[in-house]
Structures are given as C-alpha cells and as structure tokens.
C-alpha cells in the first residue's frame, strides 16, 4: 500500500480534478462529510479551502491524501473498509470530525482513494499543523495492512536511509552518467525524469519513486543534470505504470501453467499407484 499526502489551497481546482474522467475509467464521489452542501463536491471543497485563507494563517488551507492499496487488494476493498481507511487515517493525523471528502478513482482496474480534510479547527481557532505528518502516514499505512491483511510495505525511512548511502556510494564511484544510471538499475532502481516537484526521481521494484538528488552528499540538482545530461531517462508515471501492470499480471492465473501442473500432479499419482 502507498499512501501520500500534501497540503494544498484551490477548493474548485482540485474538486475539477477529482471529477475528471480523462485517466480515470471511473470516478465515484464516495462520502462528503460536515460541510453545509453534503450533495456537491464542489461546493465542498471551496467551503473547507476557504475558512483557512479568510484567516490569513495560511493559503494552504486542505490536507489531501491518496490511498493507493495493491490492485488485487484494492479490488477486495469494502465500503466499510475504505471508510476505516480514512478514519485510521485522520486519527494518526490529527484530523478526526474534520469536514471531509472522500472520491474513489479507478484506472486500470485499479482503485484509489482521495481523501481531502479541512484544516481549519473551529473549536480552538488554528491550522492543524502538517508537521511530522510522513510519520502519521506511515503508522497508518501499518495499521490498514494488518486490519485489512494487505501485504506488508517495506519501511520507506528504512529504504530512504539505505538509498542515502547507495546513491552516494554510486555517485562517488561512477562520475559518468550511463555507468550511473547502470549501477542503481543493478540494484533495482530506475532513474526517472518526472513533472513533480523533483525533476529527477528512481522508481524502486515496487513502484515507490524518491528523489534522486536529495541522497547524494554533497550533490545539488544542477551537479545530477549535468552528468545525467545526453541520457533519455522515462517518465516515473511511465514506470510505475508498468510495475503495476507486471504485478497486476503475475496475480493473473495461468491458465496454461496451471494445466501443465495437473498433468504432472496426475503423472505422478499414476506412477505411485503402479507401484502399489
């Protein structure tokens, strides 16, 4: 499972994205909580982005979080379950009884949560703070796998620490770009150009993308361009759509190897029964 989150403002904008179906196959406003117009998405959004700009704290006034389970789970997914998920979530977070919207998009056959939450607190008059909210995200990425027997996702400050060491071991070792861009494949990381906020990302085995910059000691954006220039990196989108489609593949029955493992299963059952 993968969850992520950021704080946003534009009420309207993101409610014009969460309605969109060109990538989705499907888009289902799936519960709009607390607010004064609980039948229009829209409405909603700007209402709950607007209480924090008219305080002046901060233009930043909507939590935004995506849950992003695996494609056969995500398929296994109950009402209930998504409804949890979001309750798991705002308690870890800080965001419990908040005005909250809940759209569930799915592309491909698979599905993801959006979730968005009010930041203003009206019963103590401030901004619920985003600090240390990586940690909050990953406490009940945890907690939702093991309630929904999910597998279990593989520490991403763990991953984080180690790709630290590799990518600046890597970079110190390899001050050619291709030989680069060889040695994290080598070790299961593909490097990426991406339209996020960091133009150069690598996307794990899992689909998982990080920041390629911000690892290596002593390196700046402009130093990571500079060696990588000349190579044709892929999209991370590119790539994690591919992990998804190969994952999404392999819990595909095969129906021609299944057939393949009987005929063996009755081979053997044959021989043992001559030898009876």
Not at 15 to 34: C, P, T
Not at 228 to 236: A, H
């Amino acid at each position: 499972m993968v969850i992520r989150a950021g704080i946003r403002g534009g009420g309207a904008s993101l409610a014009d994205y969460l309605l969109a179906k060109k990538d989705n196959d499907n888009v289902r406003v799936f519960d709009i909580r607390g607010t004064s117009q609980p039948f229009n998405l829209k409405k909603s959004l700007i209402e709950m982005s607007l209480s924090v700009e008219l305080s002046r704290r901060t233009k930043k006034g909507l939590y935004h979080v995506v849950i992003n389970p695996d494609p056969e789970a995500s398929r296994q997914m109950t009402a209930a379950d998504w409804h949890r998920a979001a309750d798991i979530l705002e308690a870890e977070t800080g965001f419990t009884g908040q005005k909250r919207i809940m759209v569930l998009h799915e592309k491909k056959g698979r599905l993801h949560m959006h979730v968005v939450w009010e930041r203003w607190d009206w019963d103590n008059s401030r901004v619920i703070s985003n600090k240390n909210s990586r940690y909050a995200q990953n406490r009940a990425r945890k907690q939702m796998e093991i309630e929904f027997g999910h597998r279990r996702t593989q520490d991403i400050n763990t991953e984080k620490r180690e790709l630290r060491k590799l990518a600046t071991r890597l970079w110190q070792l390899h001050p050619a770009g291709r030989d680069f861009i060889k040695a994290l494949a080598d070790h299961g990381y593909t490097v990426c150009r991406s339209d996020g906020p960091r133009p150069i990302v690598v996307v794990n085995r899992h689909g998982l993308s990080f920041d390629l910059v911000r690892p290596i000691r002593g390196a700046i954006t402009k130093d990571v361009q500079e060696r990588l220039k000349g190579s044709r990196l892929p999209k991370d989108k590119r790539i994690m759509h591919k992990i998804g489609e190969e994952r999404r593949h392999r819990a595909k029955p095969n129906n021609q190897e299944q057939k393949i493992v009987e005929l063996q299963e009755q081979v053997k059952q044959k021989q043992k029964d001559r030898g009876r």
